[in-house]
């Protein structure tokens, strides 16, 4: 059912083309509500059904965000949110970056499709899935261009799927999902935009007081860790602990529960391993 229903989706936003007000990302962080939906985007609602994507005064900036949980409805063990855009674009566009918050039930993942398209042709994708993430996350996913064409539109697709891409969600599983922005220009060539690597950054602010953001980047999908040690070498929490797809993210790290001192943190992914330091005060 699920599957048949995203085909759905995706052919009637194609459809709808001209009928896509000219802009960038709609309403990006999704302050705009009009009836119960996110304006300048389709949100599978059905008032009297089931209303699987609402507006969640959780958010990472502003007012509101969007809120995607996967719902029970009359004659279906469940009934899976779907958030999508169709808006016009003029660049070749490197990478789609959000912020998310997702509770995720049973292993399942959120996950976001990217599309662009000249002339209603494809020429490029972006795939991406995120899992437990809380607090909020930076996702950075990377659009793959196999056309050395100019976009004229562009499609977004969110929606929250079971343990593997296809896969069954539950009930229960919710993302929210804040401040979409498009990062970077591929050139025709396509040699704009520098590799993914394995890489961590120095977290910022440092020293910091109680909280700091810690980001990175890894080159391909796999299991990620990154967990805090204090200076006995003693794990004080673990930040990540999960399958990530390729690109760069940023975790939130509070310390109000731990004392001031002097803490390393460690990203392992890939075989490879690196650490960092940073100092807490209060």
């Keep these: 059912m699920k599957n048949c229903f995203r ?20 309403n990006v962080g999704f302050e705009q509500w009009t009836s119960g939906n996110p304006d300048g985007w389709f949100a599978n609602n059905a008032p009297g059904f089931a209303v699987p994507v609402t507006q969640s005064s ?23 949110p779907v958030l999508s855009s169709v808006f016009p674009v003029s660049q070749r566009h490197a ?6 918050e997702f509770t995720s039930v049973s292993g399942d993942g959120a996950g976001v499709a990217v599309w662009l398209y000249n002339n209603q042709t494809q020429i490029a994708l972006g795939v991406g899935e995120t899992f437990e993430s ?40 919710v993302a929210r999902i804040d401040d979409l922005a498009f990062s970077g220009v591929v050139s025709v060539q396509g040699t704009d935009r520098e590799p993914l690597a394995f890489k961590l950054g ?15 980047q890894i080159a391909e999908f796999g299991f990620v860790s990154l967990k805090v ?34 803490y390393f943190y460690r990203l392992t992914a890939g075989g490879q391993s690196v650490s960092k330091r940073m100092v807490f005060l209060k």
């Design 134 to 173: 809380n607090p909020w996350e930076l996702v950075t996913i990377p659009i793959d261009y196999f056309s050395t064409e100019i976009p004229d539109s562009c499609y977004i697709y969110f929606f929250v799927t079971g343990d593997s891409l296809g896969g069954d969600p539950h009930v229960g599983s």
């Design 7 to 26: 085909v759905l989706v995706l052919t009637v936003a194609i459809a709808s083309w001209s009928h896509v007000a000219v802009a960038q990302i709609p």
């Design 229 to 262: 040690f204090d200076l006995l070498g003693r794990e004080v929490a673990e930040l990540v602990n999960n399958e990530l797809y390729a690109g760069e993210h940023t975790i939130k790290f509070d310390a109000s529960n731990l004392p001031s001192g002097v």
């Design 95 to 100: 990478n789609l970056t959000f912020w998310v």
């Design 202 to 216: 120095q977290n910022y602010p440092n020293p910091f007081n109680p909280s700091t953001e810690i980001g990175f």
């Design 58 to 80: 959780n958010r990472h900036s502003g007012s509101f965000s969007a809120q995607a949980e996967v719902v029970s409805a009359p004659g279906f063990p469940f009934y899976p």
